[in-house]
């Protein structure tokens, strides 16, 4: 593997990130990664395109994913890698979540409609053929129509959870995610776990029945983790002998987010690689 920053998390088209898979890889190659993993929401059809992309750069792709988990109403994400695509069980798991996302954002449209000139066709124009649907469609969508500055002005306001427009999706326990992706050979590394100022968005005894069902690693440097937060962390992590992430979760456009602001050390990504028996890393 070449020498350069390692990103274990980005998002494409074919979820709510702005450049394809392909674009992708190759800005990160451009940039001088040294690895990078594509980690779309809840889907894996951009691994065919970013493996054919990395191919002549010198740079590793990590094939990954970011599933959706939740406790109660708060969402969890659980990134995962080197899986097998394949896994029946992952896979109906990531079909039922993506229908269940459309069938969600269909309802939040609806709700805005009554107020705003927006319809279903406006945001499906914003989203690529079968990308994981998510509020960012939506605030695309609302940007497009003038209603909102950008993604972020738009996350504040109408698609903000407390803006009455909101509508929660079906998502797995965090406990369920952590055995589908080990069940699939994979690394399941939970995601920005101490996001707005709160330690951890799970509770302490929860993350370790989570630690006993396989979680391999938590993602310490994200921008969105406080300091607080990832001392914290950092102690779990030694505690339980987990592997410690930093990662960009870059989104192209649609996040400030900028490749390798946060990275992650050889040592720990070796870790991952070491416990995965899904699919291997693709050297291009
Ligand atoms: P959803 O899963 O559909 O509820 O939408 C959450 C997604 O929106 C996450 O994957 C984030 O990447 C993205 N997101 C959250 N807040 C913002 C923001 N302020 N600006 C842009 N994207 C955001
Ligand atoms: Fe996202
Ligand atoms: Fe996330
Ligand atoms: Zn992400």
């Known amino acids: 593997m070449r020498t350069g920053p390692i990103d274990l998390h980005t998002h494409s088209s074919v979820s709510d990130g702005t450049e394809t898979p392909a674009e992708l890889v190759a800005a990160a190659a451009e940039q001088g990664l040294g690895a990078v993993a594509l980690t779309d929401h809840d889907s894996t059809a951009g691994w065919a395109a970013a493996a ?3 191919q002549g750069t010198g740079m590793m792709l990590v094939p990954g994913m970011e599933l959706s988990t939740r406790i109660g109403w708060s969402s969890v994400h659980m990134l995962g890698y080197l899986f097998d695509p394949a896994s029946p069980s992952l896979v109906r ?11 969600r954002a ?3 449209v609806a709700k805005i409609g009554a107020d705003y000139d927006l319809s279903w066709q406006d945001v499906l124009d ?3 053929e079968g990308a994981t649907l998510g509020r960012p469609h939506i605030a695309d969508a609302l940007v497009a129509k003038g209603y909102a500055r950008d993604r972020s002005a738009a996350f504040a306001g109408i698609l903000h959870w407390r803006s009455g427009y909101y509508e929660p999706h079906e998502a797995p326990s965090p406990l369920v995610g952590v055995r589908l992706i080990r069940e699939a050979g994979g690394v399941p590394v939970l995601a920005h776990p101490a996001t707005h100022g ?4 799970v509770p302490r005894d929860h993350l370790i029945e989570l630690v006993e069902a396989g979680l391999g690693g938590v993602e310490v440097g994200h921008r969105e ?3 607080a937060g990832r001392e914290r962390l950092l102690e779990l992590a030694k505690k339980y002998d987990l592997v410690v992430t930093g990662s960009s979760d870059y989104h192209g456009d649609g996040k400030p987010n900028r490749l390798a602001e946060n990275s992650t050390d050889p040592a720990q990504f070796a870790r991952i690689v070491e416990q995965a028996t899904g699919s291997a890393p693709i050297q291009g």
């Open 225 to 227: 983790n406080t300091a």
């Open 106 to 108: 269909e309802r939040m």
């Open 52 to 54: 054919a992309a990395v």
């Open 198 to 201: 709160r330690d951890t968005n």
């Open 126 to 128: 914003q989203a690529s």
């Open 93 to 103: 798991e990531t079909t039922r979540l993506r229908d269940d996302r459309m069938h």
